[in-house]
């Protein structure tokens, strides 16, 4: 059933209408983006602090979060909001840490970071990891889950229309390069934060009107943490003998106190530190305006589960209470990444063609992003190192436009009929799972190359095989092999009754594993590897209005932490 009408689909239009002709009219004020591939795919130079700080938001908050995340929001509780807390401070660190040393060694690329730092091989290597990764498991899984949210409100048989839909619109916006990306997600992110609080206020008068107390957002939310009390915890205790299994899989996906000592920083220092896709927005900048607009997206993450996170509770406590029984269920089975678009449903007109564009421009901006970085590795790291090393710089602009069109095709094929059973294991936690493996083994060779002079070439394309490879053992076959209890980890039964490791335990041991087997190898080297960057106290300096600015996100984290322990 439609439950649009002409008011929403003309505040929709509006939007689409604005964002395309911001996009153009960027593009056109600066021809220099059809021949030149530095600003095609960094925007050298161009954008400021703002515009780093809102892309970065922009192209991280997509259908992932405000799908997958509310529907966490609606299994898990306020626990799901680690992955955003913790990219704060995550966030803290590439700024202070990272980013000094990408820009001091002119690094464009991530592909580029390990051919300069290592060699050749690791660097070939890691850029066909990264082309399917984006293109398989983020490409695709934004696409599918962005389809079937909007496709849910719309009704009728509109997902593969929609599919098509969201792909246009991305590919209009990615072909005119980082620049225009960067520039149109300052819209994207000002929609989509405006939608998003828009929703989430009306899902807690809801949930207020719920239990009689009127239309009150504040009444809402103490009524909510007051009947979901188990729904505003950070940190679940480990199940014991005879658990029930709905608290066996909260522990499966978000194992307590131990993911801040294992997977949970891997997760997010590799996400924002060492990923083309978000590092690319501050590699074009001056130092100081990278790292302003790398804490301003650390200020901005630090309130994003009010409105990807909030409205899945919301719609767990109605559900709870006899409401959204429809929309909840599918095929007689809860769905809990139905719960943002069912909160959607209490939206009036005008309001739900508001939120839909806000959503919309959380999966546009992340399609556009992920588009944009598949075509950057793919012609600068392969193309023009193998395949054509003379090409000319509009050449390369042309070959990185066909690249898009072509990742584009692929993920429509893939999320056409959830080829990849996307929908089955929950959005945002199937990204998780399936980046994290490969995760080990990027950050493994990408924090000991930073910081230790001796890691070599040999151990970083070990390290990248062994990464995976060690991830494959704990995901898959450490249970089987090794039972189910030892002293590096507990399996535990899923839904289907198979043991498995908690995946981001089964990450920090994939981790700990690929670093030690590195450092053994590198021992044999040479005390100084002849590519290991130059470090000085220098480059991490930090200047008082940066230093101010971490305490305040420092101080607003320990606050949260404190009241939802």
Not at 418 to 432: K, M, N, P, R
Not at 489 to 507: D, H, Q, R
Not at 544 to 558: D, G, M, N, Q
């Amino acid at each position: 059933m439609n439950q649009l009408n002409l008011t929403d689909y003309v505040i929709f239009l509006l939007y689409f209408i604005g964002v395309s002709s911001y996009g153009y009219w960027i593009y056109k004020r600066k021809q220099k983006v059809q021949t030149d591939t530095k600003d095609f795919f960094l925007a050298e130079g161009s954008l400021t602090w703002w515009a780093i700080g809102a892309s970065l938001i922009a192209s991280n908050i997509s259908a992932e979060q405000f799908i997958g995340m509310s529907g966490d929001g609606f299994r898990l509780g306020v626990a799901i909001a680690a992955y955003e807390w913790v990219a704060a401070i995550a966030l803290i660190i590439v700024a202070v840490w990272f980013i000094p040393i990408y820009l001091k060694n002119h690094i464009y690329t991530m592909p580029q970071f390990l051919s300069t730092r290592y060699n050749e091989t690791v660097s070939l290597i890691m850029a066909i990891f990264w082309l399917f990764l984006y293109v398989f498991v983020n490409l695709t899984s934004i696409l599918f889950l962005g389809a079937s949210a909007i496709s849910n409100l719309i009704g009728g048989d509109s997902f593969h229309a929609i599919i098509i839909g969201l792909s246009l619109f991305a590919v209009v916006i990615t072909l005119g390069g980082m620049k225009v990306i960067g520039f149109t997600d300052v819209i994207q992110v000002l929609v989509l934060i405006i939608g998003g609080l828009v929703t989430t206020y009306l899902a807690l008068t809801k949930v207020s009107e719920t239990f009689g107390l009127g239309s009150s957002a504040i009444a809402g939310f103490t009524s909510m943490i007051r009947d979901a009390d188990d729904h505003f915890h950070m940190i679940f205790e480990k199940p014991g003998p005879g658990a029930a299994q709905a608290d066996i899989n909260k522990y499966l996906t978000l194992p307590g106190i131990a993911m801040y000592f294992a997977g949970q920083w891997i997760v997010n220092l590799n996400y924002w530190g060492c990923n083309q896709y978000i590092t690319q927005r501050a590699l074009g900048a001056d130092l100081q305006t990278a790292r302003t607009g790398i804490l301003f997206a650390a200020l901005l993450k630090i309130f994003m589960p009010v409105i990807v996170m909030l409205p899945g509770i919301a719609a767990y406590v109605i559900f709870k209470n006899g409401g959204l029984q429809q929309e909840m269920v599918r095929d007689g089975i809860v769905v809990g990444d139905n719960a943002y678009s069912a909160v959607l449903t209490f939206l009036p007109n005008g309001l739900k063609g508001l939120s839909v564009a806000a959503l919309t421009a959380a999966i546009v901006a992340s399609l556009a992003g992920k588009a944009n970085s598949i075509s950057t590795i793919f012609t600068l790291d392969i193309y023009h190192k193998y395949i054509n090393k003379t090409a000319e710089e509009k050449q390369l602009v042309w070959i990185g436009r066909l690249t898009i069109l072509i990742a584009m095709i692929v993920s429509i094929a893939f999320a056409w009929s959830d080829a990849l059973g996307i929908g089955g294991e929950g959005g945002f936690t199937y990204i998780q799972k399936y980046t994290g493996y490969i995760s080990p083994g990027i950050f493994a060779i990408f924090i000991l190359g930073f910081f230790w002079k001796r890691t070599t070439g040999v151990a970083a394309v070990v390290g990248v095989l062994a990464g995976f490879g060690f991830a494959v053992l704990f995901n898959n076959f450490a249970p089987g092999l090794f039972g189910n209890e030892t002293l590096m980890y507990t399996a535990f039964p899923n839904s289907k009754g198979v043991y498995e490791i908690p995946f981001l335990i089964a990450m920090g041991w994939s981790f700990v594993l690929t670093v030690l087997l590195m450092v053994a190898i590198s021992l044999a080297g040479p005390k100084v590897n002849p590519k290991a960057f130059e470090i000085d106290a220098s480059m991490f300096r930090l200047s008082p209005s940066t230093t101010a600015l971490i305490a305040i996100i420092l101080l607003l984290i320990s606050a949260l932490y404190i009241r939802f322990w």
